[in-house]
């Protein structure tokens, strides 16, 4: 089955701070990698599909990126509606596997 | 407007079993696969099931193949979700999803306890 490594797993951060968050597949998974955002209480939302294409309705500071095995979710200038649950998912193949998310959170 | 309506959830004791259902709106239901996947209290999110279009394949996770059972009726527009030999690690919100996880249910509650 394929891993998927999620970092950090808590990540404190300020208002219009530059934030990164990196999952590594361990496995080839090529651009099947899906990032989703969690508030609570809620479903999960779709915010990157593809490694880099951005999904419908989701603001452009969002934006993802591939290295390799290494994939990132890079949100440019942090607002306060962006605090909430990070999960990335490899679709490449079934089991489909989710990174074990990063909870992104007022410093 | 895509809806994704679960129901089915419930308390249960361990051992017994339970039926989810998905029905879903606002788009062809039979033209998509559809996925199972559940968060336990407090966790992250965990695939569990997907089916085909047509019901012509379904892959299961290693922690439910055997015990649970992923089936679609296209012409009720409904996603099910049967489980056997429920555990305490099975108690989970449970959502379904399509068009590769772009659209979610609001999940349903499945708690197994004694």
């Known amino acids: 089955d394929i891993q998927m490594t999620q970092a950090p797993s808590s990540l404190p951060a300020s208002l219009g701070d530059r934030v990164t968050i990196t999952c590594r597949a361990s496995?080839?998974?090529?651009?099947?990698l899906r990032w989703f955002q969690q508030k609570p209480g809620k479903s999960p939302r779709l915010m990157i599909y593809g490694a880099t294409n951005l999904a419908a309705g989701v603001p452009s500071r969002f934006s993802g990126s591939r290295s390799g095995s290494d994939y990132s979710l890079t949100i440019s200038s942090l607002e306060s509606e962006d605090m909430a649950d990070y999960y990335c998912?490899?679709?490449?193949?079934?089991?489909?596997?989710f990174g074990a998310g990063t909870k992104l959170e007022l410093k | 407007e895509v809806q994704l309506v679960e129901s089915g959830g419930g308390l249960v004791k361990p051992g017994s079993s339970l039926k989810l259902s998905c029905v879903a709106s606002?788009?062809?239901?039979?033209?998509?696969?559809m996925h199972w996947i559940r968060q336990a209290p407090k966790k992250g999110l965990e695939w569990i099931a997907l089916i085909y279009y047509d019901s012509s394949n379904k892959y299961y996770a290693d922690s439910v193949k055997g015990r649970f059972t992923i089936s679609r009726d296209n012409s009720k527009n409904t996603l099910y979700l049967e489980m056997n030999s429920l555990r305490s690690e099975d108690t989970a919100m449970y959502y379904c999803a399509y068009g590769w996880f772009a659209y979610w249910g609001q999940g349903t509650l499945v708690t197994v306890s004694s």
């Open positions: 496995q080839d998974i090529g651009n099947y």
């Open positions: 606002g788009f062809t239901f039979s033209s998509y696969g």
């Open positions: 998912l490899q679709s490449k193949e079934s089991p489909y596997t």
